[in-house]
């Protein structure tokens, strides 16, 4: 192995390359040697040495170490240094101690130099500060591209407890698998904890690349691992899932017992984006230690459960951290639905998952994913769900407040609609509640445009002025007759209405309760509609608090943010009054009373609105020119302005879902 001596140290190692001869001296009269044995850690990753050390002979290694468990550490070698080059010099630069671990590979000798030494050589050594930036340019570099190799797959443990009368819902693993695939456009892998003859998996695959080698098989002959590496796709094929099981034959796993799957894990993890480990009912002794060693070791980074609406009473052992799905619901899978068998097992619950057993039976016998047979199918639409859950692609969106401009909502909605874009959770503010929520209820867009058109001559009915300009009685007529006796329960997708509460001075969101009431408390805007009383609350209109309520569609659930927002492009800018003040002799005619609110409050809303949208991934802004919150008969012509809108995001938003 080569060896440095000190005279030849001076040219070789590119810390003290092209050093001029006095700063040669310099350094050399300040190098001190050591030794470490083979095996020996020189520096400690979070302890402080203060020396900086160029290897003289032998070979190190700098070792990163993963800290967040106490009691279980992942270490990776991410580089291995040899004779003239350094180690040390960033925690010297920084004051703080090293943030890796440097391990003698064999017995090595070193040069040593002190921080007091180093700090002296930097003032009277140009050429050295030189070589530092370097050498660190070059490591940052490194460690970038290492960090990249070192992406590795989510590992989430998919946990189904099926009703035993059902053995087609096992089907649901594979599908969720498919999904998972085809909606992040990344590799999968469904990985079945059990035989390979009991596995569902297998009977899908359409290529033969699909299946892959047994887990026990590979922990006999690692180099089965590398078959993992085959691609699963081509720019032909659609994305699918790779697929194995756990073993080949019951027998096999009737005899497994006690083995350490972590490090095979682990490498497996890195051909991968997302690993499903799927358990059927109650896992065996040796599974049950192979996932706790999972879990100890943080690989697993999600638990989602299926449980079967018919295996509810008992079924559920473990609760908390665990994303709930309910499947196999023969009822209508509302949220009222959803609160209730969330109040049986005592565990929020995500979504519900019709019962289809007669599509899961056909995709079976055809060998065909739902994603392929049926996709606009309510089963194939809940399962899409599970998997974008997943990959972190439920979409969100809040429709926010604007008067005779909330047409635009209408043509945003059928934009979104058209092109397939899942409205997962929605919210909305003042008259963005309109379109959203009567699409919910089932209405068409003919429907929804000719509510719009109804609404100018509900506006305008006058009363004594006391609580308001206009009377709510019209609105409130129109909205019973449009929403009946609908309340929030009786939908199936999540839809919350914000209004704002005068009694508390805070903002309120209603997500439970009759819609038409939610929809009257959401428009009445202060001074021009009374409030809506609800025992100690004064609701009312939620636009000058939060007019497009889009961090609510976050709390409730939604990993991607839109906001339909139908203000200003830009807050409204100050203008120098000076000249208008100079001719203040001339007295026009002051705006009536109501166009002095609304105008007053499209202010305050678009002012409010600027902050209200921050957190929005993708802003769906229709060109709208000015008009008069109450003008409904001009309203119509934004409906194209809508569609345009959505137009003009789409690839924003097939940036964030590629399968669009």
């Excluded at 892959?212 to 691609?231: K, N, Q, S, Y």
Aim: charged share 15%; with cysteine; glycine share 6%.
């Amino acid at each position: 192995m080569c060896t440095l001596e000190l005279h030849n140290l001076i040219g070789a190692s590119p810390l003290f390359r092209h050093m001029q001869p006095q700063e040669a001296e310099a350094i050399v009269a300040r190098l001190q040697p050591v030794q470490f044995a083979c095996e020996e850690r020189i520096l400690e990753q979070g302890v402080w040495h203060g020396r900086l050390y160029v290897v003289q002979s032998g070979q190190v290694s700098v070792i990163l170490q993963d800290q967040d468990q106490d009691a279980h550490h992942t270490a990776y070698v991410v580089a291995t240094l040899g004779p003239g080059e350094c180690f040390g010099e960033m925690s010297l630069l920084t004051g703080e101690p090293p943030n890796a671990t440097v391990r003698a590979n064999c017995d090595v000798t070193l040069w040593s130099l002190s921080q007091a030494d180093f700090i002296a050589l930097m003032a009277i050594c140009p050429t050295l500060l030189r070589n530092i930036n370097t050498i660190l340019s070059q490591r940052l570099t490194s460690a970038n591209q290492y960090l990249l190799a070192q992406q590795t797959a989510e590992i989430v443990l998919l946990t189904q407890i099926e009703a035993p009368e059902a053995p087609i819902e096992r089907n649901l693993s594979y599908q969720i698998a498919d999904a998972l695939a085809r909606c992040s456009h990344q590799r999968v892998l469904l990985l079945e904890l059990c035989a390979q003859e009991e596995a569902s998996g297998p009977h899908f695959a359409v290529q033969s690349r699909q299946i892959r080698p047994v887990l026990l098989a590979c922990l006999g002959d690692r180099t089965l691992l590398h078959e993992h590496r085959a691609p699963l796709s081509t720019n032909d094929e659609p994305n699918v899932p790779a697929i194995a099981a756990l073993t080949k034959t019951r027998e096999e796993l009737a005899a497994l017992t006690d083995f350490n799957v972590l490090p095979m894990l682990n490498e497996l993890a890195s051909y991968y984006d997302h690993m499903l480990l799927t358990i059927y009912r109650q896992p065996s002794p040796s599974l049950q230690a192979m996932l706790q060693q999972l879990s100890a070791g943080t690989r697993i980074k999600r638990s989602i459960t299926l449980l079967s609406a018919a295996a509810l009473t008992g079924a559920l052992e473990q609760k908390g951290q665990l994303d709930l799905f309910i499947t196999h619901v023969t009822e209508r899978p509302t949220i009222g639905l959803q609160d209730h068998h969330a109040q049986q097992v005592g565990q929020t619950i995500k979504r519900l998952l019709p019962m289809d057993d007669a599509l899961l039976q056909e995709s079976w016998q055809q060998q065909q994913a739902l994603s392929q047979l049926a996709p606009r199918a309510a089963l194939s639409q809940a399962v899409q769900f599970v998997a974008r859950h997943i990959a972190q692609q439920t979409v969100g969106i809040a429709f926010g407040g604007g008067g005779a401009r909330g047409f635009a909502h209408v043509g945003v909605l059928a934009g979104l609609l058209e092109h397939g874009v899942p409205l997962d959770y929605i919210s909305s503010c003042s008259i963005g509640t309109l379109a959203p929520g009567m699409h919910l209820m089932g209405k068409s867009l003919a429907e929804i445009e000719q509510a719009f058109l109804q609404i100018q001559q509900h506006i305008v009915q006058w009363r004594f002025p006391r609580t308001s300009v206009f009377s709510n009685r019209g609105i409130r007529m129109m909205l019973r007759s449009l929403c009946s006796d609908i309340r929030f329960e009786d939908l199936e997708t999540p839809f919350a209405v914000v209004a704002a509460d005068l009694s508390t001075r805070s903002g309120v969101v209603m997500e439970r309760g009759p819609l038409w009431l939610a929809g009257l408390a959401s428009v009445s805007l202060p001074g021009i509609f009374p409030p809506v009383i609800v025992g100690d609350h004064i609701l009312v209109d939620a636009g000058m608090h939060d007019p497009v309520p889009i961090r609510l569609v976050r709390q409730m659930g939604a990993d991607i943010l839109l906001a339909s927002e139908l203000g200003e492009q830009e807050p409204p800018a100050l203008t120098n009054a000076t000249t208008w003040l100079q001719q203040a002799e001339k007295r026009p005619r002051a705006p009536h009373i109501v166009d002095t609110l609304l105008r007053s409050y499209d202010l305050a809303m678009a002012t409010v609105g600027m902050h209200s949208i921050r957190e929005a991934d993708v802003v769906i802004r229709p060109k709208l020119h000015r008009v008069s919150l109450r003008q409904f008969s001009e309203g119509r012509k934004f409906i194209l302005a809508g569609r345009e809108a959505v137009e003009q995001v789409l690839p924003a938003l097939r940036q964030r879902l590629p399968w669009l």
